[in-house]
């Protein structure tokens, strides 16, 4: 089938040559000659744009992939990020544990220093207090 093809279609290129030939030397066309010129013209450009067709479904698949491998890599990118972040999320709780903790610690010794400072400030004045009595 594709011998028949290419047969067919050299004949053809043969003949619209020589219609050219015919043309470009003032000889009068028959309007089977114009046919055959106009078939062979639209011929053409339907190859021309076949190819440009076929060229553009090569690019588009080829950005279609390219699209693709973006949103796997975005997609990997939001995940090792998402999980850098509740890393660090994680950490901070900690820190944020630890330091109430210790606020706590801190807390309870002040209050029981103070608890003994308010101890002493009454043994003082009781002392204090008793020898101004004395007195």
Do not use: C, P, W
Request: proline content about 0%; charged content about 35%; aromatic content about 2%.
């Amino acid at each position: 089938m594709q011998v028949a093809t290419e047969v067919l279609s050299k004949l053809l290129s043969e003949y619209v040559s020589s219609i050219v030939d015919k043309a470009s030397k003032g000889g009068r066309l028959t309007s089977t000659d114009a046919v055959i010129l106009i078939a062979a013209l639209t011929q053409r450009e339907f190859e021309d744009l076949s190819k440009k067709l076929d060229d553009t479904n090569t690019r588009i698949d080829h950005l279609e992939r390219r699209v693709e491998q973006v949103r796997v890599e975005v997609l990997q990118r939001i995940s090792d990020v998402r999980a850098e972040l509740l890393g660090k999320i994680e950490d901070t709780n900690k820190r944020i544990d630890d330091t109430n903790k210790r606020v706590d610690e801190v807390k309870a010794d002040l209050s029981s220093k103070i608890t003994a400072l308010d101890k002493k400030v009454d043994e003082v004045k009781a002392d204090l207090s008793s020898k101004i009595t004395a007195l």
